[in-house]
C-alpha cells in the first residue's frame, strides 16, 4: 500500500462542530436568531404571544402547591413512584414525538444554569427572550394542554389552581418581561369565576387562557357570569390550540405529522363557530378574544366557510348582525405555526383578516416548530408598519404593554453568550 499523501501546510483545518442537544444553551442555540435581530429588527419593540413554561420539568414545585390533601399526597406519591412528571396528568408520553426521534433536542430544557441566581426556568427564559429580541414574553403551559380532557373536573382543578400559584408566585415575579395568562379549569365554571377575581390585580397576569382542547360549547350559558367578569377586567381570553391523536377524528391518522396538521386547527374551528354563530360577539362586544398556535390558513376558509352557510339559513343564527367574517375581522390570531410555503397565499390571508392589526407574533418556543420573529420581517409583502405592529405594537394594544424598550442589545448577548459567535 502506498504511503498517504502529507497534507499541504494551507489545507484548510477540519473542525469539530459541537453539537446542538437538549443540555445546549438557549443563547447558542439561537444564535442565528439573535444574530438576525441585530442585522434586521433590533429597534423593533416584540412581544411574544406564546411560548411554553416546560412546567413538567418543574413538576414536583406545582404538586408542591395543591390545595386539597388527598389530591397533593396523591400526586406526589405518583411523582416520587411510577409516574415521575406525568404525575395525574392525561397525556400520553409513547405518543409524543414532536423530538422527531430525539433529532431535536431543544424543547427539553434542561440546560445547565449553574452559577447562576433564582429558578433555572427563569433564566433560561431570559436567554431565551434577549437571544430572540424579545422585550416581553407571555408563558403558557406545555404538558397542562390536554386537561381539559381528562376524566376527572376535580384533576384540572386542583392542577389549574397549583399551576396559578406557580406561575405568579415562583416563575413571574423575578423578572416583569415574563407574562403569564392565568390557567382556567373551564370544565368548572365557578371556580374559572372564583380565579378570574383572585387574580384579578396581579401584575404579571395579562389575560385568562382556555386549552382548547376539550369539548365544552363555548356559547353555554354557564359561561355567561366568566365572561362578563373577564370582559369587564378589559384582558383578554386566549383559547390555545392544542393535538389529541385519542380524538376518535384523529385515531385514523397513522403519522404525527398528519395529527398534528389537522388538530391544531380542529379545536379552535370549533370555538370560533360556536362563538360567532351563537352571536356572542353581540351578548360580548368588549371581550378581547385571542386564538392561539392554529397556523393562520384556516382563517379565510372558516370566514367563507361561515359566511356562505349563514346566507343560506340566517334563520339559524338570529343573534348576528353582520356576516361572521366581520366579527372574525375583529378577533385576534397569533402567527405561529406560520404557513409559508406559498407566499401569494399567505399573503391572501393576512388580507382576509386584517393582520396589520389583528395578527400577533408567537414562537411557540421552545417547542419543535418554533418561529422566530425573522418570520414576520422577511415577508416580502408587508409593510414596515405591518410588521412593527405584528411583531408588539398590536400586542400592546391588546395587553395593554408599554412599549419602552425592555431588551439588551442583540450585539451585546452575542458577545455575552458562550459559545462562538
Given at each position: 500500500m502506498s504511503d498517504l499523501p502529507t497534507p499541504r501546510s494551507d489545507a484548510p483545518r477540519i473542525?469539530?462542530?459541537?453539537?446542538?442537544?437538549?443540555r445546549s444553551d438557549t443563547r447558542d442555540v439561537l444564535a442565528h436568531a439573535t444574530k438576525q435581530a441585530r442585522d434586521d429588527?433590533?429597534?423593533?419593540?416584540?412581544?411574544?404571544?406564546?411560548?411554553h413554561v416546560s412546567e413538567d420539568h418543574f413538576w414536583g414545585e406545582v404538586l408542591s402547591l395543591i390545595?386539597?390533601?388527598v389530591w397533593r399526597d396523591l400526586g406526589m406519591s405518583q411523582y416520587a413512584g411510577f409516574a415521575g412528571n406525568n404525575a395525574l396528568l392525561n397525556i400520553q408520553p409513547g405518543m409524543s414525538q414532536q423530538s422527531v426521534g430525539g433529532r431535536i433536542g431543544h424543547q427539553g430544557r434542561k440546560e445547565p444554569t449553574d452559577g447562576t441566581e433564582g429558578h433555572p426556568f427563569v433564566t433560561a427564559a431570559r436567554r431565551g427572550m434577549d437571544a430572540m429580541g424579545l422585550d416581553y414574553q407571555v408563558v403558557f403551559p406545555s404538558a397542562m394542554l390536554l386537561l381539559g380532557m381528562h376524566p376527572q373536573d376535580e384533576v384540572e382543578v386542583v392542577l389549574g389552581r397549583a399551576f396559578n400559584r406557580w406561575l405568579t408566585e415562583v416563575i413571574l415575579p423575578p423578572n416583569p418581561r415574563l407574562k403569564g395568562m392565568l390557567y382556567l379549569p373551564y370544565n368548572t365554571p365557578e371556580v374559572c369565576e372564583e380565579l378570574v377575581?383572585?387574580?384579578?390585580d396581579d401584575p404579571g397576569i395579562i389575560g385568562y387562557t382556555v386549552c382548547s382542547t376539550r369539548n365544552n360549547p363555548v356559547h353555554s350559558d354557564v359561561y355567561t357570569r366568566l365572561y362578563k367578569l373577564i370582559e369587564d377586567s378589559g384582558k383578554p381570553l386566549a383559547f390555545h390550540s392544542g393535538y389529541h391523536w385519542g380524538d376518535p377524528s384523529f385515531a385514523q391518522l397513522n403519522r404525527f405529522l398528519s395529527m398534528h396538521a389537522l388538530s391544531f386547527t380542529h379545536y379552535?374551528?370549533?370555538?370560533?363557530?360556536?362563538w360567532i354563530i351563537?352571536?356572542?360577539?353581540e351578548r360580548f362586544p368588549k371581550l378581547k378574544m385571542v386564538w392561539v398556535e392554529s397556523g393562520l390558513a384556516w382563517i379565510p376558509f372558516l370566514m367563507q366557510r361561515l359566511d356562505h352557510e349563514v346566507l343560506m339559513r340566517p334563520s339559524e343564527a338570529p343573534g348576528l348582525k353582520r356576516?361572521?367574517?366581520?366579527?372574525?375581522?375583529?378577533?385576534w390570531y397569533t402567527t405561529q405555526p406560520m404557513e409559508r410555503t406559498n407566499m401569494e397565499l399567505l399573503e391572501a390571508t393576512m388580507k382576509s383578516f386584517n393582520a396589520e392589526t389583528q395578527l400577533l407574533y408567537s414562537s411557540d418556543w421552545p417547542h419543535w416548530d418554533w418561529d422566530a420573529p425573522s418570520t414576520i420581517t422577511r415577508l416580502p409583502f408587508l409593510s414596515e408598519q405591518a410588521k412593527r405592529n405584528i411583531l408588539g405594537l398590536n400586542?400592546?394594544?391588546?395587553?395593554?404593554l408599554p412599549t419602552d424598550r425592555q431588551k439588551p442589545s442583540a450585539e451585546r448577548v452575542l458577545q455575552e453568550r458562550p459559545g462562538i459567535s
Open positions: 473542525r469539530e462542530l459541537a453539537e446542538i442537544g437538549g429588527y433590533d429597534d423593533y419593540f416584540i412581544v411574544d404571544i406564546d411560548a390545595d386539597n390533601d377575581e383572585k387574580y384579578a379552535n374551528q370549533i370555538h370560533v363557530t360556536n351563537n352571536a356572542m360577539p356576516l361572521p367574517s366581520e366579527y372574525m375581522k375583529e378577533m400586542a400592546a394594544r391588546v395587553f395593554n
